[in-house]
């Protein structure tokens, strides 16, 4: 624990640079204990966190603290370390590049910056693509505008393991923020060839891995479906719009209010598709253009939502298991179609995301890996299978968090070919009489309907903290078979998964899945990037109705728990 007073009294004697001297001295006690009382935590996610003054928020300091960290770690385990450097729309994401380009440089890893600001799967591209030691990208992904943060990749285009993270982590220990940074001026460090800008073949290389995931395999579909797409004032609308164009969907209506790159999502405060407002005006627009698909990526476009028409031509926003579950089918019966299964295919997929995804894999005889949450684990999987010389057999990974990938080219999600492919599929079924809305009952129909919920509990600040601490520990000691709370919304818990205490060879984390009576379940974590609890509610049911009201009673007695 930091002395939180004696860090500030610090910080307004050295921290001069950016907006942040005014900013310290506007601060009231309780902001200033919230923004010194720790360091921002540094893990597999990288950092996270609101923007502003202190140890405990994004800004200059705190980044270059970082990457002077990670500038160690690189230059001791590269002879000639190099970096490829992203950013998205969000406020200071360019300043914050900048800032981690300076130091990178002036400790002699080479920069590779991309000019302009660009989509997280382009930064796991080209730090293959450019053979680099390791990648940032500087965006909060998917949190509110006060948010920023700093995705870290290794040289296999993945987001750092627990043991980088944590060797990584050591070395940014050992720095004094104000001391042991060093930093090059950023303009002597371009014209000295320290920090090169990224060229646009790297792009163009991308968008071509991302047309090559096509599983059309020369079948003809008419491509001029309607196309509304949102980048949510992102970095989406460039790679998103040419992919499309270049494959022939040219039939594309932007949303206007949320085209540009805006880090202050004027139109939507959570620019995350899982939520319905950052829809709202997508789904508008749609209903205006009576267009048959809405499209919307997340800021940093790694995520993407959508919207179809249902059997009445009403529109309905697609959930990321339901969507994940569409693409693959869709992937595997043209594949199968095609003659193009890959032998030992793979789907991977997280422990949170629908279980059916499983039952339809195995039916084309793909076999499942469940990896923890983060996308980060279904990139490792694919390094796995490349190192053992077996690429080809991934097949499709995807998250219920709207994350998808279908190839190997990126070890991240890619909303990019997201967005590609669920064109292609529209346009498939569209060419075969039928739609996305009817394939999914299609799929429920014969593997059961299968109700999936996220619900999320937001516990701020230091006090929040230890709330949550708290009722983690109050699931551990109360929710089980012959305990208080042996059964959830009437449905018997009739196992719990603790992988706190690490299972099926998975890394110990702190989540508690409860297998209930008939094919239902419930998963409880902490998030990782935000201070939350998340609740996770799988319900099987014969009909829709049924499940919500099952769905609505574990809820209720979940929040008893909360409360
Ligand atoms: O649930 P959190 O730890 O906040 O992470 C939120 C999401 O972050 C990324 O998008 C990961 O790939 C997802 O797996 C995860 O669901």
Redesign the pocket.
Known sequence: MLLYKDEYQCWLENAVEDDLHSLLRKMSQEEIEDAFYKNLAFGTGGLRGTIGAGTNRMNVYTVAKASQGLADYLVKKFSRPSVVIGFDSRIKSDVFARTAASVFAANGVLTHLWPHLNPVPTVSFAVRYLSASAGIMITA?HNPSKYNGYKVYGEDGCQITTKAAAEILGEIEKLDIFIDVKRLDFDAAVSEGKITYISEDVLTAFIENVKNQSVLFGEKVNRDASIVYSPLNGTGLIPVTRTLKEMGYTNITLVEEQRLPDGAFPTCPYPNPEIREAMALGLEYARRCNADLLLATDPDC??VGIAVKDDRGEYVLLSGNETGLLLLDYICSQRAKHHKMPDNPVMVK?IVTMDLAERIAADYGVRTVNVL????YIGEQIGFLEQAKKTDSFVFGF?E?Y?YLSGSYVRD?DAVAGAFLICEMFSYYAAHGSSIWEKLQELFSRYGYCLNTLHSYEFDGPAGFEKMKNIMRRFHEEAGPGKTLASLGGKKILKVLDYNQGLDGLPKSDVLKYLLEDNCSAVIRP????P?L?VYISVSAKTKAEAQEVERKVVGDVERVLR
């Open positions: 992904s790694d995520r997280t949450t983060g996308f980060k998250e968090s994350g999600k998030s990782g990037t935000e939350k998340k």
